[in-house]
């Protein structure tokens, strides 16, 4: 069965979250989201789901577990 597109990012975004918890953000990357997936996840389907970096890292910092505190200047 194949995952739907929204479960497949929330999955890709989740991965991100628990990468961050353990590694902290300066580890997150395309590549380590990918291997930090649960089901097979290539780096090409992490940039088709975050076209950019900077969008890969907004999902994972507005995730409600993900342990960035996020404020505006």
Do not use: N, Q, W
Request: hydrophobic share 40%.
């Amino acid at each position: 069965m194949r995952l739907s597109a929204k479960a497949r990012r929330e999955i890709i975004r989740t991965a991100g979250v628990e990468l961050v918890k353990r590694e902290g953000v300066y580890r997150l990357s395309y590549e380590r989201v990918a291997l930090e997936c649960p089901v097979d996840t290539s780096v090409g389907t992490v940039r088709r789901y975050f076209h950019t970096f900077d969008e890969l890292a907004s999902s994972v910092a507005s995730h409600p577990a993900c342990p960035l505190v996020c404020f505006e200047v």
